[in-house]
């Protein structure tokens, strides 16, 4: 009998390119966000998270790039595994925002925090850019 890969064939992406609020918090998660493509944000939001789906193990690579705020501190990215409960699995506390984690299948949030009171009027978005198997 012949079943197919319902789940990557019917898969529903967050196309972006810009994220949507609210996602201030993992339930509400922009994603699952598609492997290597451009998303954008702006650093006055304090909370950005993102998801992803990874159908097998493998590599994820984290970057955020044209951040504002790389030349003060306060910007933090970190990556979940299914929850937010059981902490971090990886995190990048300054510049440059980049984060490699070889995890299983699964879901994974990624956390975007801007410390929005050194951020004043950033208008311009950071890029994030995920890749993952």
Do not use: W
Request: charged share 15%.
């Amino acid at each position: 009998m012949y079943f197919p890969l319902i789940s990557l064939l019917n898969a529903t992406y967050f196309e972006g390119p810009f994220e949507e609020e609210p996602n201030d918090n993992y339930e509400q998660a922009n994603g699952p966000l598609r492997s290597g493509t451009s998303y954008f944000g702006l650093p006055t939001d304090l909370r950005d998270y993102f998801s992803i789906e990874l159908e097998n193990d493998g590599q994820i690579v984290i970057d955020v790039l044209d951040h504002p705020l790389e030349s003060v501190l306060g910007t933090q990215i970190q990556l979940f595994y299914e929850t937010v409960a059981n902490g971090p699995v990886a995190v990048a506390l300054s510049p440059p925002y980049h984060i490699e984690y070889n995890g299983q299948a699964g879901t994974y949030y990624i956390y975007i925090f801007n410390d929005t009171s050194k951020c004043g009027a950033c208008n311009n978005p950071y890029t994030l850019i995920v890749t993952y198997p």
